[in-house]
């Protein structure tokens, strides 16, 4: 079945960007019916949509991260990522990716098992 | 930030019924955009538990049920079990500022 995994350092230092890729095994990141999304969730605290993309390079982000967000899509790899440009401390978050269909009515499933970053000198 | 709302917390003995509501607006359950629930066990990913139209993926037992009706939706568990003590969110899509995926503030599920 499909799988997602996390991958990118754990240190981030303020002000310089985040960078994180999702691998995807068991399918193809070409499926005409998946979008490929991430989430962050802070410590202690709830999740937040970050953004999501299509293979195709079709984007849709987080109107309150819009401007720092990058989400983009390896075809040839399986693999997409993530760039938060300008990190803080309240970046500091476990990010996670997962697949979802077409925006709208779609959920989210599966998620990958998530990656800790914290932002810090 | 999160535009759907839910209790920080509940709590039941067990074999109770305990529900957990999810409050939005005109722009994301009010305007008819299905409402997914997730559980989310201490240190591991959100999990789904209810998606669509009150579908269960296999294994997820028929304790677990949802609800809808205007700008709120609401998740009911029967029968509470010691495994049921988890993180619950939902989670929808928002029409405003050309859409985007939300989801709740969480309800943590505490079995007495």
């Known amino acids: 079945q499909l799988q997602l995994q996390e991958s990118g350092p754990g240190l981030v230092k303020p002000s310089e960007t985040l960078s994180l890729t999702c691998t995807v095994s068991g399918g193809s990141i070409s499926s005409s019916s998946g979008y490929w999304g991430w989430i962050r969730q802070p410590p202690g605290k709830g999740l937040e949509w970050i953004g999501s993309s299509y293979y195709s390079g079709s984007t849709q982000y987080n109107p309150s991260l819009k401007s720092r967000v990058t989400i983009s899509v390896d075809t040839s790899r399986n693999q997409f990522s993530l760039r938060l440009s300008s990190v803080t401390a309240a970046d500091t978050a476990v990010y996670y990716c997962?697949?979802?269909?077409?925006?709208?009515?779609?959920?989210?499933?599966?998620w990958g098992q998530g990656t800790l970053v914290t932002v810090s000198s | 930030q999160s535009v759907l709302t839910q209790p920080p917390s509940v709590s039941g003995a067990p074999g109770q019924r305990v529900t957990i509501s999810c409050t939005g607006s005109?722009?994301?359950?009010?305007?008819?955009?299905?409402v997914h629930w997730y559980q989310q066990l201490p240190g591991t990913a959100p999990k789904v538990l209810i998606y669509g139209k009150s579908n269960r993926p296999s294994g997820v037992p028929d304790r677990f049920s949802d609800s809808k009706s205007g700008t709120s939706a609401s998740l009911a568990i029967t029968g509470l079990q010691a495994e049921d003590e988890a993180d619950y969110y939902c989670?929808?899509?928002?029409?405003?500022?050309?859409?985007?995926?939300?989801f709740g503030t969480g309800t943590k599920v505490t079995v007495l």
């Open positions: 997962a697949r979802h269909g077409r925006p709208g009515d779609s959920w989210f499933d599966p």
């Open positions: 005109s722009s994301n359950i009010g305007a008819g955009y299905d």
């Open positions: 989670q929808s899509y928002d029409s405003s500022l050309s859409g985007h995926y939300v």
